[in-house]
């Protein structure tokens, strides 16, 4: 199965961004507005997942987001994994926001 990609400057207002990164991950930065669920429980929190919205799943580079991209297709949920994850997301200058009280950082 070929997997549906997006790039930093494909991302629109609308988009949903999925975060699988750990908590810790998050914490220490994160795209603002976006849902974060860690991998491992995507499986038990899918029903959390948005419908009818266009959702892309980022990770720190993306290759998490990338597994469970390719997972939620298989269960018919349509989405797309962010290319270079939040490294590029950051990189790009888009704005980022932190958990822990320290200015947001994606390392």
């Known amino acids: 199965m070929e997997l549906p990609s997006a790039t930093v400057d494909e991302l629109t ?3 949903v961004l ?10 220490a930065g994160h795209a603002v507005g976006a849902l974060h669920i860690p991998m491992g429980e995507v499986p038990s ?4 997942l948005p ?13 998490r987001s990338a ?3 390719h997972w939620l297709l298989e269960q018919g949920y349509p989405c797309r994994n962010l290319s270079g994850g ?22």
């Open 18 to 27: 999925l975060d699988v990164r750990e908590d810790h991950e998050w914490e």
């Open 86 to 107: 939040m490294l590029a997301y950051a990189a790009a200058g888009r704005e980022l926001a932190s958990e822990n009280g320290q200015p947001p950082r994606v390392d």
């Open 51 to 63: 419908t009818g919205a266009d959702v892309v799943v980022v990770c720190h580079v993306g290759g």
């Open 13 to 15: 207002e609308d988009v």
């Open 67 to 69: 597994r469970v991209a």
């Open 45 to 48: 929190r899918f029903g959390e």
